[in-house]
């Protein structure tokens, strides 16, 4: 956010980055972790409201944390849209008809009137053309300061129909996503490990089908004669939950994996190289695994977690019954 209450939460979030070292880490990798620190440091404001003048002012702040997934997650099926030009001063955004990316704005939300809250006194209408727009109402009684609603059709990256996430679905892309990878590609894959849900691994064979007899594998289970596979070599994350990873050295790190459990292939600048740890010598560069060093941490970018944590938590598709 750009306005004064998003800087506040931008220098409470620094400061707590500030504060990080080894005996003591407190460094803020997801949202998650913002609302923890936002929730112990962000309630009360340092002045009470009794010494501000004319007891005006900000009295208390709430966060509020959606999940991308588990019991409390919200329906997400549009993932990505283009930037909404113009759209930096507006305050209050309303998601009306999620499915078809239609979404209700406002420069200052109200809070007055009831049917401002939700907008649900401004319902949108189509044109010829399949523009959204919305009838005018002039009803709200702080029209003059929060302004007209207005009603704007979201750019989607494709124009393709929006597909339902489930586990079917993905397992055919994994399928496709198999076909493709290269090796020295990185790899998202799911797991149904209760402690991980993914992970990510950098291709040292593409595409081929297993021949012989059946091998158990980590993480993977039974392997049958002609699966569809791919080898990887596992990063893990430096910590649980963090979206800083290693490459694993370990000859058990280097394993196949079904082409129906890839979720991404990751583009080249989605996870970049951090930091080197000392003590690292030079002709240890022979050992590295397709450009990937053992010794540095590679840093996973936030939306491109954010989109993982949406694609390994997709519904199993629902059953009809009569």
């Known amino acids: 956010p750009s306005d004064g209450i998003g800087a506040d939460v931008k220098g409470t979030i620094n400061a707590e980055q500030m504060l990080d070292t080894p005996d003591r880490p407190t460094r803020v990798e997801n949202c998650q972790q913002v609302y923890e620190v936002l929730k112990r440091k962000f309630e009360f404001t340092r002045k009470p409201i009794w010494d501000k003048k004319d007891l005006r002012g900000v009295t208390r702040r709430f ?8 019991p409390d997650a919200v329906r997400r099926p549009v993932l990505g849209c283009h930037t909404l030009e113009g759209s930096k001063p507006l305050r209050q955004f309303v998601d009306c008809k999620s499915d078809s990316a239609q979404i209700l704005t406002r420069l200052h939300s109200c809070h007055e009137c009831e049917g401002c809250r939700t907008l ?17 109402n002039t009803t709200c009684k702080n029209m003059e300061i929060c302004g007209p609603v207005e009603a704007y059709q979201l750019l ?18 994994g399928k496709a996503l198999g076909l493709q990878v290269k090796v020295g590609d990185v790899i998202v894959v799911e797991l149904t490990h209760e402690n991980e849900k993914y992970m990510l691994g950098v291709v040292t064979k ?66 970049k ?25 590679y840093k996973l970018k936030s939306a491109v977690h954010a989109e993982i944590l949406t694609l390994v938590n997709a519904e199993d598709p629902i059953e009809e019954v009569d």
């Open 273 to 297: 190289k951090e930091e080197v740890r000392r003590g690292r010598s030079e002709h240890a560069r022979s050992d590295d695994c397709h450009g990937f060093e053992y010794a540095a941490a």
């Open 206 to 271: 593409a595409h081929y089908k297993h021949s012989g007899e059946d091998i158990e594998v980590p993480y993977m289970g039974t392997i049958k004669a002609r699966d569809d596979l791919v080898d990887v070599r596992k990063f893990e994350p430096m910590r649980g939950g963090s979206t800083v990873f290693k490459l694993c050295q370990q000859a058990e790190k280097h394993f196949p994996v079904f082409t129906d459990d890839t979720r991404k292939i990751l583009a080249v600048d989605d996870l």
């Open 63 to 70: 966060a509020f944390f959606v999940p991308n997934h588990g």
């Open 120 to 136: 649900s006194d401004y319902r949108i209408e189509l044109d010829e053309n399949g523009n959204a727009s919305i009838p005018a």
């Open 156 to 173: 989607l990256p494709s124009a393709s129909v929006i597909q339902p996430l489930t586990r079917s679905y993905l397992a055919n892309k």
